[in-house]
Nanobody, 126 residues
Framework: QVQLAESGGGSVQAGGSLRLSCAVSGYSSGSYCMGWFRQAPGKEREGLVG???????MYATSLQGRFTASRDNAKNTLYLQMDSLKPEDTAMYYC????????????????????WGQGTQVTVFS
């Protein structure tokens, strides 16, 4: 059974940084895509970045280069480094993964992802 668990959220002042982690279990290989999403109160869940099975990334242009995602298949962990945080980045952040060995684009469309973590809250105050 595939499970994802996010950690690393918290409260930070505007301009600060946070690093989120997503621990993955239940796969027998690294043949799955991963992504980071967020959802603010009253808003739709928003795709931030997708990573293909090789770790190549595709970012939402709205991030303006402030976030960096990476995956460490040896540690079965996905990361999201968030810099220059703004109050509008306040949201619940989720990691997601596709089915194993299923074709995936490495993008950040919600419909492509099968498994989701419970989320970690990020609050940015001014």
């Amino acid at each position: 059974q595939v499970q994802l668990a996010e950690s690393g959220g918290g409260s930070v002042q505007a301009g600060g940084s946070l690093r989120l982690s997503c621990a993955v279990s239940g796969y027998s290989s690294g043949s799955y895509c991963m992504g980071w999403f967020r959802q603010a109160p009253g808003k739709e869940r928003e795709g931030l970045v997708g990573l293909d099975i090789y770790g190549r990334t595709m970012y939402a242009t709205s991030l303006q280069g402030r976030f960096t995602a990476s995956r460490d298949n040896a540690k079965n962990t996905l990361y999201l480094q968030m810099d220059s945080l703004k109050p509008e980045d306040t949201a619940m952040y989720y990691c997601a993964a596709t089915g194993e060995s299923q074709w995936c684009s490495g993008g950040y469309s919600r419909n492509e992802y099968r498994y989701w973590g419970q989320g970690t809250q990020v609050t940015v105050f001014s």
